[in-house]
């Protein structure tokens, strides 16, 4: 079947500009993650949709960063007035529930110049 | 502090050799998980582990769990061009299960 899809697979912004990056997850997952992954820094977590629940929104950098998930699917993180440290590949991830393999999609390269 | 600490960093092997990649856990952990990543390409799931002592293995890739749940090594078993990437480890923690750390990641090139 078709796994975590992510678009776009490159983005390229200037310094202050809004950005939108979009996750589709495995059919039938209902938790999601984000995570970014810098140049020497490794992965970092964002932010998990579990379900119904409130997010966990613990690793947000900053309030310039916000994610939503519609209708239990699809989910958007939004990057507001973007920076150049924000430059990194962004990964989405999905998991039928907590417990459980997390399969990652392929990621959206981020670059702020 | 960094919660999971992988050793090596790196790695070089001749193909066929054996090797090992470590991931400790400062405190007890719900899920181990181990991933690997080609360079500009996202990560592939390779497997889970979840009970102490358990030990689980996909064609030439063997992982274990230790019995307190806080170490976890990826053994490969007569390395191939196509092992070479990174392999992250996992884990996520029973205060805040589904929310994975990972490790900095070990670097593995076999040479042909």
């Known amino acids: 079947g078709a796994g975590v899809s992510q678009s776009p697979s490159n983005k390229v912004t200037e310094k202050g500009k809004d950005v939108e990056l979009r996750c589709d997850p495995i059919s039938g997952h209902t938790a999601l993650y984000w995570y970014r992954q810098s140049l020497g820094q490794g992965l970092e977590f964002l932010i998990y949709?579990?379900?119904?629940?409130?997010?966990?929104k613990s690793g947000l950098p900053s309030d310039r960063f916000s994610a939503e998930r519609t209708g239990g699917s699809v989910s958007t993180l939004t990057i507001q007035r973007t920076q150049q440290e924000d430059s990194a590949v962004y990964l989405c991830?999905?998991?039928?529930?907590?417990?459980?393999?997390?399969?990652f999609g392929p990621g959206t390269r981020l670059t702020v110049t | 502090s960094q919660e999971l600490e992988q050793s090596p960093q790196s790695l070089i092997v001749q193909e066929g050799k054996n090797l090992t990649i470590n991931c400790t856990s400062s405190k007890t952990l719900y899920g181990l998980y181990w991933y690997k990543q080609k360079y500009g390409e996202g990560l592939i799931f390779l497997m889970m582990l979840q009970k102490g002592g358990e030990e689980k293995s996909h064609e030439k890739i063997t992982a274990k769990l230790d019995e307190k749940k806080q170490q976890s090594s990826l053994h490969i078993t007569a390395s191939q061009p196509s092992h070479a990437g990174i392999y992250l480890c996992?884990?996520?923690?029973?205060?805040?299960?589904?929310?994975?750390?990972f490790g900095q990641g070990t670097t593995l090139q076999v040479k042909p």
């Open positions: 996992g884990a996520d923690f029973p205060s805040n299960t589904g929310k994975l750390i």
């Open positions: 991830a999905s998991s039928l529930g907590v417990v459980g393999g997390k399969y």
């Open positions: 949709f579990q379900g119904n629940s409130a997010p966990d």
